[in-house]
């Protein structure tokens, strides 16, 4: 089975801060995806990766960037995070194979930013 | 705006029933289409996709119908059980875009009555 972990279950972070949220995945996927979910608002694509180093600005960029320095790593940065950054952020991950594959998401980050 | 529905945003059902969740994208040329299960403070779940070459799939206990005429996607779970309660929700994506990115239905919540 796809495993892909989150590093954080909760967290709890001021405004201003710097915020990093990590993932890992152990599938050897090249694409890895970060998404927040919102109640009314469904799954929002934040950012994508589908290389190492690579990356590609989503619906939702502003605000966040992000790093792939390795292949199973996939990191979330809040540069200075701001009450309306709180929310759960989901990351996923994907196969590069023949035909569309399907993404595989961890359990999430429950970020609330006082 | 999201291009991927559901008609109905909670549906109720009693252990063993056979239970249908329904959901409607607006892009006729969506060609990949994905269920995802979402249980309360976890990450989305893949159930089962399709492709658009398909108007039927199954799966363990689920089947996923394609109507393309209609632009209509259903998810059917027999013999519902106690823990198949979670938010369900469907994912599309097209050939004429990224094959990465996917747009997202908000979610239907089922319940299972014991």
């Known amino acids: 089975d796809v495993k892909v972990t989150q590093s954080s279950r909760y967290l709890v972070k001021r405004t201003g801060e710097k915020v990093f949220l990590e993932c890992v995945q152990d599938?050897?996927?090249?694409?890895m995806f970060w998404y927040r979910q919102d109640p009314g608002l469904g799954l929002r694509l934040i950012y994508f990766?589908?290389?190492?180093?690579?990356?590609e600005k989503g619906d939702i960029p502003e605000g966040y960037s992000v790093s792939r320095e390795k292949k199973e790593r996939f990191s979330l940065i809040l540069e200075s995070a701001s009450t309306n950054q709180t929310s759960m952020y989901l990351c996923?991950?994907?196969?590069?194979?023949?035909?569309?594959?399907?993404?595989?998401f961890g359990d999430g980050t429950r970020l609330s930013i006082l | 705006g999201e291009s991927v529905g559901l008609h109905l945003p909670t549906l109720s059902v009693q252990e063993g029933d056979n239970s249908i969740i329904n959901c409607a994208y607006s892009n006729s040329a969506s060609d990949y289409f994905i269920w995802y299960k979402q249980e309360s403070g976890k990450g989305p779940q893949f159930i089962i996709d399709?492709?658009?070459?398909?108007d039927k799939r199954q799966g363990q206990r689920v089947t996923v119908l394609l109507n393309k005429t209609v632009k209509h996607l259903s998810l059917q779970i027999a013999a519902t059980q106690p823990g198949d309660s979670a938010v369900y929700f469907c994912a599309e994506n097209f050939s004429g875009g990224s094959n990465y990115k996917l747009t997202f239905g908000k979610g239907t919540l089922l319940t299972v009555n014991p």
């Open positions: 599938m050897d996927h090249e694409n």
């Open positions: 996923a991950s994907s196969l590069v194979g023949k035909g569309r594959q399907p993404q595989h």
């Open positions: 990766s589908y290389d190492v180093k690579m990356k």
């Open positions: 399709i492709r658009s070459n398909m």
